[in-house]
């Protein structure tokens, strides 16, 4: 009732009628224009000073023409309409804000003696986008004609700007590891598994005892880490997508009592815990069975020519079945809401003739929502092949084979590996370190990809079309 | 007679195993939560026990990476979670206004079709994973940082030798600092955070925008007066997710803001020192200590505990925003 009053009152104030009188000649032009180069030049010089600091000298100057300009148009602005709104305000604001910046900063930079540079130049940058982004589009409102169209071309520049600037960083930084993971390719470390160890090893001597002496294996190379990666995506699959779409079908067919509240608290939780909780409980899990047989199984077993010695890390079960805990929630989701867009009349249809409860899951809403379950097993593996953070606390460098209940490695952790790894590991990874980023950033991509394009076809196959 | 009919009159349900089955299935993820946190919470009991809560909640860390002597009293989590606040309004200034823009173009100000492919680019960024972002922060470190560092001199703070990661990795020196973690994280959200500000934008009503078309409102006017605030209680829970992977993350706050810290910031809000989060802490704690040295049973309470700080942060976030997405709704709706 508030809000309907208010707004009534705000339709009266609309009412009024505008002194449109655009009565303001050739100035009513060439002032909007001159302030919009002028706030366009100044954005162009913050993103110049994104790239090179020594454009920062020049930010003062761009102030104090931006300010003038400002102020120019404000006059045109108030001598055309002779009336005050919260542009011409607006433009006000922003000259004598620009003016004051433009004398302030010396004053602030000399007076705090920071850390120079950076510091300048960041201020710097801040200081012309706020003032340039809003000048720049009021002066192309009033270069327009200041009509309710003009608004919204001159909202333009602020949409744009921050999207555009986002874009650039994500794709300069993109090409860059493009360009130096691609200069990396090296087929041979991409056909070598890593091995760095010492084994003890039978050698026979022909008529004599036989002998045991320690061979060293030394191996450079990622194929085992891409192996992970791939085994990794697997078994995370094979967990999480029954207990998913087991979870997501409870949830929308059997979750309207307490205990499905409960659930879908539990579920909703799983999703909004950190990855550092995460990290925390497979480490916990990798340590649980210390002590016991079962050891070797969660710690991942390496075989050093004697016997099997569980490894301080942890194994590929215990990380997949961490990595289901961020993918289930995932699938649960995908599948109540294929379940959701179910049409009722399928459902009916089924039941009305006969169907059980059970036949009409299997060949109607299972089906139905199979394109969601999917896309959701795809995000998973995306998940999967690329979180590290679950790993961060047991995976080792895969020396000793790829096996479920062998030590977890993936190309993501390799590349934490070679940055916080000893050097020596540095040392021989120096040529793959970027092509291992390349190689995941390939990989999470692809998948992307096949998600976005595969929906439309699955929809086809499995809903006719609809 | 009567009690036949009865029983006649009793509906059996047929047996279904799909129930059975479905319900069986849910235990799993219910008993994977419930395990998780009594993990967290039988592993940070010493810190109540041991250390105790002071010794905690003090600004007094040693980061035992740097070379220093274990001091047993040296386990404060304030620097931490003072990191952890900063990162979290540096991301929030920058990913809102971006996601929001990013929503905007792709649903209300589409320019052409283009549009379109800024949906179907969120998309594809939301798959790449933050040890991506973790590496292209060097390269920024080299292309944007690096250029405006040159010739400048630093103060003493800009700099930290992390064990582990030596300056010559890093290329341009060490440019450990909140302000590039909070950049990254946010690198991370953005195509995360959009796709659910477009899908709070898209559930807006069409008779209500049209209505206000209708009363000869122009596009920016429905946007501001009628699409946002009618899809403010969507953008709310969108906000709030996010901010949960921006304090959650460990790999970027690692890369960027490196792993503890001994003592406040000072100036308190100086984004140009290394002030890192708990999360980074906490794993820097457990993964420097599990393999070299070994780790006292203190660095691991404290570890799980700055973990178990980080949930509670997460629920009192996520209460947050479905109390004021329900009060929103509850405006708009009256």
Request: aromatic share 10%; hydrophobic share 55%; net charge positive.
């Amino acid at each position: 009732m508030k809000i309907a009053l208010r707004e009534e009152k705000k339709t009266k104030a609309a009412a009024v009628p505008e002194t449109a009188d655009i009565s303001g000649g050739a100035l009513a032009v060439i002032v909007p224009a001159l302030s919009l180069v002028t706030a366009l030049s100044a954005l162009l010089f913050m993103g110049l000073l994104l790239v090179d600091k020594s454009y920062d000298a020049y930010s003062l100057h761009m102030l104090g023409w931006l300010c003038g300009a400002l102020l120019l148009l404000f006059l045109d602005v108030y001598r055309q309409h002779r009336r005050w709104d919260w542009r011409v305000a607006l433009i006000g604001v922003l000259a004598i804000g620009s003016l004051l910046a433009r004398l302030a900063l010396p004053e602030y930079f000399s007076a705090l003696q920071l850390n120079a540079a950076i510091h300048r130049s960041v201020v710097s940058m801040i200081t012309l986008a706020v003032s340039a982004l809003p000048g720049l589009s009021v002066s192309l409102y009033y270069l327009l004609g200041a009509n309710p169209e003009a608004e919204d071309v001159s909202r333009y520049p602020l949409i744009l700007t921050p999207i555009v600037l986002t874009l650039a960083l994500y794709l300069v930084l993109m090409a860059q590891l493009f360009a130096s993971g691609l200069t990396d390719v090296n087929w041979r470390v991409l056909t070598e598994s890593y091995a760095n160890h010492a084994l003890t090893a039978r050698t026979l001597i022909a008529g004599d005892w036989p002998t045991w002496e320690t061979v060293r294996v030394l191996r450079i190379g990622i194929l085992n880490h891409i192996a992970g990666t791939g085994l990794l995506m697997l078994l995370t699959t094979l967990i999480s997508l029954p207990v998913g779409a087991g979870a997501g079908v409870f949830l929308s067919e059997y979750g309207k009592n307490t205990f499905g509240k409960v659930a879908r608290f539990c579920v909703t939780s799983l999703r909004a815990i950190s990855v550092f909780v995460l990290s925390l409980a497979a480490f916990s899990l990798a340590h649980i069975a210390d002590g016991t047989p079962l050891e070797n199984l969660f710690h991942g077993a390496r075989f050093d020519g004697w016997a099997y010695q569980p490894t301080p890390g942890g194994s590929y079960l215990v990380a997949s079945i961490v990595l289901s805990m961020l993918v289930i929630p995932v699938i649960a989701r995908a599948t109540e809401e294929g379940i959701r867009s179910l049409p009722q009349e399928l459902r009916e249809g089924s039941l009305a003739l006969g169907a059980s409860e059970d036949h009409t899951l299997l060949r109607i809403i299972l089906p139905w929502s199979l394109p969601n379950i999917i896309t959701g097993v795809l995000l998973g593996c995306i998940e999967a092949a690329g979180s590290v953070a679950v790993l961060l606390l047991i995976a080792g460098r895969g020396e000793f084979g790829v096996g479920i209940f062998k030590q977890v490695t993936s190309l993501a952790f390799l590349i934490l590996d070679t940055y916080y790894g000893d050097p020596m590991f540095l040392e021989y990874m120096k040529g793959a370190q970027h092509f291992a980023g390349v190689l995941l950033l390939f990989i999470t991509l692809s998948l992307g990809l096949i998600t976005m394009f595969s929906r439309r076809w699955l929809t086809r196959r499995f809903r006719g079309g609809v | 007679m009567a009690e036949k009919a009865g029983e006649l009159m009793k509906i059996q349900p047929r047996r279904s195993w799909g129930r059975t089955v479905a319900f069986l299935l849910m235990l799993a993820p219910m008993t994977m939560f419930v395990l998780v946190l009594v993990n967290l919470i039988l592993n940070s009991i010493p810190v109540v026990t041991e250390i105790g809560l002071g010794a905690v909640f003090s600004t007094r860390f040693s980061s035992f990476l740097s070379g220093e002597v274990y001091m047993p009293g040296r386990l404060g989590l304030y620097p931490a979670m003072w990191g952890t606040f900063m990162v979290a309004v540096e991301a929030l200034i920058i990913t809102v206004p971006v996601s929001l823009a990013m929503a905007i173009f792709a649903q209300e100000f589409t320019l052409g079709g283009m549009g379109r492919w800024m949906e179907s680019l969120l998309a594809l960024f939301a798959g790449i994973p933050p040890i991506i972002y973790a590496m292209l922060s060097l390269f920024f470190a080299k292309s944007f940082i690096g250029p405006l560092l040159m010739g400048a001199d630093l103060p003493d703070g800009a700099i930290y030798d992390v064990p582990g990661i030596t300056g010559e990795n890093f290329g341009m020196a060490a440019n450990l600092n909140n302000l590039l973690g909070g950049i990254f994280l946010s690198m991370l959200v953005i195509p995360f955070m959009a796709p659910l500000i477009l899908d709070a934008l898209r559930s807006v009503p069409a008779s209500l925008k049209e209505a206000s078309y209708g009363l000869g409102a122009n596009r920016w006017f429905t946007l501001l007066r009628v699409s946002l605030p009618s899809a403010l209680p969507g953008i709310v829970v969108a906000v709030s997710l996010g901010l949960l992977k921006v304090i959650g993350d460990v790999i970027i706050s690692i890369w960027t803001m490196g792993y503890g810290r001994n003592g406040m910031p000072n100036p308190l809000f100086d984004v140009f020192e290394r002030t890192s989060p708990l999360s980074s802490t906490g794993a820097g704690l457990v993964r420097a200590l599990a393999g070299a040295v070994g780790m006292t049973m203190q660095q691991k309470a404290v570890a799980y505990f700055s973990a178990f700080l980080l949930l509670v942060m997460a629920f009192a976030i996520l209460g947050l925003a479905s109390v004021l997405q329900r009060r929103l709704q509850r405006r708009w709706a009256k």
